[in-house]
């Protein structure tokens, strides 16, 4: 599991010393992942710590408050906060204000809590920045001297590109996906992209009006396709 976290966060954007992930990254899910991972191998949360700081207007701060459930809140909470405080996009605020803390205070990282001394540690230099989320850490690290270009960053990551031409949205998640799916069921396409049925309906009316996307009803399916013209727009971004 750890091997494709960090395959996956240096598809990203930051050098691991490994090949990046062959596929296409989900950024929310795996910021909701590495809430856990990164407990347990410490250079998994730094590089998410670090990403957010430098790539958070390219997060759907919506999707990932849905994706909440499935995270560690706590863990959360802290790095969103600590990246705000080295001026990540404030919008962050908008999921730190449905994290909470741990109910009762944990070391953050396991290797530190395995032995009596390092945990005793931990616990009389505690970061008020996680204390104020029940976690005791008394390091923070950005990894500034190992974080990609936005230009290398874009270029390896359509998706991200995507969302750096059209905002993070429903509707860049559902164009790229449609750019890399010729024909393409609204259901098919709202469980790529880790939605519900209704609000991708609802965008695929949209851009069916506008003309950049074509809608079949197949039986009883509703297709999905890019218009030519549309294709044609897209290919032309320029990362």
Not at 65 to 84: F, T
Not at 141 to 157: G, P, Y
Not at 185 to 200: D, F, G, H, M
Request: aromatic content about 8%; charged content about 25%; overall charge positive.
């Amino acid at each position: 599991m750890s091997d494709i976290l960090r395959a996956s966060w240096c598809k990203l954007g930051i050098r691991f010393g490994t090949e990046p992930y062959p596929e296409d990254v989900d950024p929310e899910k795996l910021i909701v992942e590495t809430t856990y991972a990164g407990r347990n191998e410490t250079r998994l949360l730094w590089a998410m710590l670090t990403w957010i700081v430098q790539f958070a207007d390219l997060l759907n701060s919506a999707r990932l408050v849905r994706m909440l459930p499935e995270a560690d809140i706590a863990v959360l909470g802290a790095v969103l906060s600590i990246a705000i405080k080295n001026n990540a996009d404030k919008k962050l605020n908008n999921i730190i204000k449905k994290c909470k803390p741990k109910p009762e205070p944990e070391i953050l990282f396991h290797s530190m809590a395995a032995m009596n001394v390092t945990a005793q540690h931990e616990k009389d230099n505690a970061l008020d920045d996680f204390k104020a989320w029940g976690l005791f850490s008394s390091t923070i690290r950005l990894m500034d001297d190992a974080i990609e270009t936005s230009k290398t960053v874009l270029q390896r990551n359509k998706n991200l590109a995507f969302r750096a031409a059209f905002g993070p949205s429903i509707r860049s998640d559902l164009l790229f996906w449609l750019s890399q799916h010729a024909h393409t069921s609204i259901r098919a396409a709202a469980q790529a992209i880790n939605l519900s049925y209704q609000p991708v309906y609802a965008e695929a009316l949209r851009l069916t009006r506008n003309g950049l996307v074509a809608c079949e009803r197949i039986g009883h399916v509703n297709v999905l396709s890019l218009t030519e013209k549309s294709r044609l727009f897209l290919a032309a971004l320029p990362v």
